[in-house]
């Protein structure tokens, strides 16, 4: 084993021998980290900042500054939050469509039925929160608010 492990030099190739080892989520870490010492790093260049003049010069480096951020992180971390809420709400909404279809089923079903309750409205308020955060959202997440809302309304479990 050793003689073949040395002829791999990439460590995911290394990885990829071990059977159902989470190449994934490792390459979601990464994405993590790396994502985090990006932020880490225009924290420290905004809070370091010489405010020196002229006004016009700093101006047009700090405009430029941010244009490079928040057209490049800051854009992506909001879509990702659109798409996790937007999971989030299906996850909830596909849950509650189960239970119905068990209360056909079952009698005893009234204590999951006010934690649902709580639920649909906890994922609400996220969804709200991430649509404040990131300035809006796409037709998926506008449709499954929508849906989310009816339910609420319309749940007679509250």
Known sequence: MESHLEKLTDETQVLARFEDFPTKKLEALRIGAAMYSRLDSVANTLQNWQIVSPVGQLQDKVENYF??????????????????????????????????????EEFNTQGRKKGYAKMLWKAFQFAFRVYTFAGGQDDRADKLTRELAHEIETNPYQ
Do not use: P, Q
Request: glycine share 0%; with cysteine.
């Open 67 to 104: 244009n490079k951020v928040s057209s490049s992180i800051l854009v992506r971390i909001k879509e990702l939050m659109v798409d996790v809420s937007s999971s989030c709400m299906e996850l909830a909404l596909k849950e509650i469509r189960d239970l119905k279809a068990k209360e056909k």
